[in-house]
């Protein structure tokens, strides 16, 4: 049974549909759903710069961080929302992005855990191998990659 479903996103498409089967999966099984976005210690590309420019955020880097992570989070609430669902519980990780999913799903219980195939950096899955590839080595819960 499906009681609990943990959505990894970071605002990719492949992410985005990861986020609109979760939806869908959590009305099937009338489950909770949880969304978490891990902050990554890379370069800010440069859309996500003005963006946070806009919104006077300052020199904080992790403020800069925390806000993106927060706009993705509201964005795969109105997906969600979009499916007639509801997201349980939004959350930030702040280490390795397969190792903080990961550890998110065992402590919360979570049932199933849902990642797109590819995220944002394409180079740097070329050369370290994909989250999604990690999560589902790493991680004890079942994992559903989406394309």
Known sequence: MIDKILVATDGSASSNRAVELAADLANVHNASLHAINVIRQIQI?????????????????????????????????SRVQAKGATLAKKSIGHEDPATSISKYAVKHGMDLVIVGTRGLNKVEALLMGSVSRKVAEICKVNCLIVR
């Open 45 to 77: 590309p440069p859309d996500m710069q003005n963006m946070a420019r806009v919104e006077s955020l300052g020199e904080n880097r992790l403020s800069v961080l925390e806000f993106i992570a927060n706009q993705i989070l509201d964005d795969a609430e």
